[in-house]
């Protein structure tokens, strides 16, 4: 993102002020010295040039602001008629798109923006919305700093709690008392994230000390305590025993304008980051930087440290600088000499050192890692292609692999997709829905009216009674269907015995039976399995199964949970030895369902027949949200949690045919209760439930209970966090919604 121009206007219709940061090859002058001008401006003129310029790039908050800022620059004869700004962007390669931001100064001084036209667009059309919308992938950003503010003050630091997410800061030029990020609390709050293996926060830690040390060259950082920041000098020459002895400086013995240069750099480094939506490769991102009395920030002699390093850290920035009258032509000179006039961000992208986080997250990328590329780039379906639509599935749909291999076996062409409408000159057409969602609801209607009396829809998100037919049902599933699948799955039993009132397996199913063999659904070239079983130990011939498990050495994902009322000294002993896994397969795990607390004398009794088995390496699968009140769930999860184990919380979703049950009385105990419960492992997903309880009570009580929100995000998606109070405390409504609890 780039100013492409930049022009003020005076009330004969001239302009007073021009600035190009192109050429005629489309190409952007990424660094731009405010200094040589034709007429004579001062000082106060410059720094309102800026302010201009602020509004431009997303500053209209300060737009009643420059009312009283032009009539104390020009007095009362009101010099100024206009003022505007082309905006550039070039995030899509050779592909880029213009906005122009023009603003009218009327007489009374009031600015009011121009009624903005049809952009002129060029290469892909595309929506721009400026620096202010939250949505677009890179966190385009400006800042302005102006450094003749008079003094410094310093804002608060919540370690719980970051500042929203802002594309456009500009409060240093107008208002010398706007507070700048401390640096010692800020730098000791990276440190500190750091250590817990976060990405962003190394990335943004390293970048810090890396500017620091190419600017301040005669200096050594040593470290970040949490209220001192402390450096040790370097002297040419020094032996090994003298650099031991290194003298050591506190960041208060820096001089004044050493420390306006770091409380620029910090809040410029940590606005960069704010502006970011993805964590990493922050300061890869477009921007617009520019300076006021660029001098009083660089001495002379750090010129040429300064310009490299702000050239390397941040190879996409464009830079807008002024120096004021009062500067050299010497120090003009050489600034100008060492800027690099044409710039291509993508050839000066220089690759930046990241930590990279110690912690297991193969299980969320292996499954993003499926849903991002199930789908293959197809061309449009002939007629008698046959198109299998997955509509909802979260793992390979098991229906539409066996009707590929079906129809495969006929020489037929198959087409897996998501969205079906290219496909539509298809004949023979297949969805299948897993849940009962309202999303999905709309998706069939969809599909529907796309391929009419063509499309055949099934799945427990629509039929309960649809079934395949017996001759595709016992096929063994096409795995070609999905790329880079490495692990079968299916059947090996149907049906359950039990009757349990949220489940609709025994209506769907009927009765438990043996529907097929390893060798049915495992193909000879795979030795991974993931059965989708409901009660496999409830099979007469359940211990058989097991040792041909153990025989095979087979590494096998029990998706569906095993009842462990059902666990014996023999079938303990036959499932300590089988290579048990997690869905994708990383580590070993045990998986088990508690929905009731009733349960807890059982799971005590029947774990210590796994003797084997760590806690570590058992999740327990726990249903809320359909007849357990809040007492009930705490003592589901203490338990959990004193045992050092952790649950895999999933809510009731009612579907076609399930019996619903309503909780009348959910809050039965004292909330608090529920904040002294944490797992270190699967954290994440507890925080779903936390959510579903903090919803529910601003439902019932129609207050924010902030002691669990503030529990939510106490250790991820912080950023988050004002959003989630915002949507729960009704601010986008008339009637606001109580906050208790703060």
């Known amino acids: 993102m780039y100013v492409e121009r930049f022009w003020v206007k005076n009330r004969l219709g001239d302009v007073i002020f021009d600035l190009n940061f192109s050429n ?3 190409k952007i002058y990424r660094w731009s010295l405010f200094q040589n001008v034709e ?29 009283e800022e032009i009539s104390e620059v020009y007095g009362r004869i009101n010099k100024i008629a206009g003022f505007g700004a082309t905006i550039r962007s070039d995030i899509y390669k050779n592909y880029f798109y213009r906005s122009r931001n023009d603003y009218i100064v009327s007489p009374g001084g009031i600015v009011e923006p121009v009624i ?6 060029r290469g892909y059309y595309t929506t ?3 620096f202010t919308d939250f949505k677009k992938p890179f966190g385009d950003f400006a800042y302005g700093f102006n450094s003749a503010r008079t003094s410094s003050t310093y804002q608060e630091i919540d370690l719980d709690f970051p500042h929203r997410r802002r594309s456009s800061r500009f409060g240093t030029f107008f208002d010398d008392e706007f507070p700048l990020t401390p640096v010692t609390a800020w730098l000791h709050k990276q440190y500190g994230t750091t250590t817990h293996n976060s990405i962003k926060g190394a990335s943004l830690y390293n970048t810090m000390l890396t500017a620091l040390s190419n600017l301040f060259s005669h200096l050594k950082f040593s470290h970040c305590g949490k209220d001192k920041l402390v450096f040790a000098e370097k002297t040419p020459g020094q032996t090994e025993k003298a650099k031991k002895a290194l003298h050591t400086l506190l960041l ?13 750099l910090v809040d410029f480094i940590r606005q960069l980051a704010d502006s970011r939506k993805l964590p990493n490769d922050f300061n890869l991102s477009q921007g617009i930087l520019f300076i006021n009395h660029f001098e009083q920030l660089f001495s002379t002699c750090q010129i040429n440290e300064a310009t490299k390093a702000l050239e390397n850290l941040f190879p996409n920035i464009q830079f807008i600088i002024e120096c004021s009258k009062k500067s050299s032509v010497d120090w003009i000179g050489s600034i100008q000499n060492q800027f690099l006039p044409i710039l291509s961000a993508v050839n000066r992208a220089n690759k930046f050192v990241t930590a990279r986080s110690t912690s297991d997250r193969k299980t969320w990328d292996y499954r993003n890692k499926f849903l991002k590329s199930r789908f293959r780039k197809t061309a449009p379906a002939n007629k008698d292609d046959v198109v299998l639509i997955d509509v909802d599935s979260m793992i390979p749909n098991l229906a539409l692999m066996k009707l590929s291999r079906h129809y495969k076996n006929q020489c037929r062409n198959v087409i897996l997709t998501k969205e079906s409408e290219i496909h539509r000159k298809s004949r023979l057409v297949f969805a299948s829905c897993v849940f009962y969602r309202n999303s999905t609801v709309k998706k069939i209607e969809r599909l529907r009216e796309l391929h009419g009396e063509n499309i055949q829809i099934g799945g427990t998100g629509v039929d309960l009674t649809l079934t395949l037919p017996d001759k595709i049902e016992h096929l063994m599933p ?7 699948l490495d692990f079968a799955l299916g059947f090996l039993t149907r049906g359950c015995q039990k009757s349990c009132d949220f489940c609709i397996v025994p209506d769907k199913e009927g009765m438990l039976r043996q529907v097929a063999k390893i060798d049915d659904i495992l193909p000879p070239e795979f030795n991974k399995l993931v059965l989708m079983d409901n009660n496999l130990l409830a099979h007469p011939e359940a211990d ?6 153990i025989e095979r050495r087979l590494q096998v994902n029990f998706n569906q949970t095993l009842d462990i009322h059902l666990i014996n000294k023999k079938n303990a002993s036959l499932l300590q030895k089988i290579d048990s896994k997690n869905y994708s397969f990383t580590k070993r795990m045990y998986y088990f369902s508690f929905n009731t607390p009733d349960t807890i004398s059982v799971i005590r009794e029947k774990l210590k027949l796994l003797d084997s088995v760590k806690p570590t390496e058992i999740r327990f699968v726990c249903m809320y949200g359909y007849n357990t009140t809040l007492s009930e769930d705490i003592e589901r999860f203490s338990f959990l949690q004193k045992m050092g184990t952790s649950p895999f919380v999933q809510r009731y979703q009612p579907v076609l045919g399930a019996r619903l049950s309503l909780i009348d009385n959910y809050f039965d105990t004292d909330v608090d209760q529920l904040l002294r419960i944490h797992f270190a492992q699967n954290g994440r997903i507890f925080e779903n439930f936390l959510r579903w309880v903090s919803k529910r009570y601003v439902k019932e009580f129609g207050k924010l209970y902030m ?3 503030d529990l939510i995000f106490k250790y991820n998606n912080k950023h988050r966090k004002h959003r989630y109070i915002e949507s729960l405390a009704g601010t986008k409504k008339n009637r606001p919604t109580q906050l208790v609890g703060i």
């Open 707 to 709: 002691p669990l929100v």
């Open 116 to 121: 903005k036209k049809s952009c002129k667009w």
């Open 24 to 26: 005629h090859d489309e």
């Open 478 to 484: 096409d795995y070609s269907l999905y790329p880079n």
């Open 39 to 67: 007429e004579e401006i001062t000082d106060s003129e410059r720094t309102l040039f800026f302010k201009f310029l602020s509004v431009c790039l997303g500053g209209t908050r300060y737009l009643p602001r420059l009312k």
């Open 252 to 264: 208060s013995d820096f001089p004044q304008d050493q420390i306006n240069l770091i409380d620029f």
């Open 128 to 130: 721009f919305k400026g």
């Open 544 to 549: 058989n199964i097991l040792e041909e498990m």
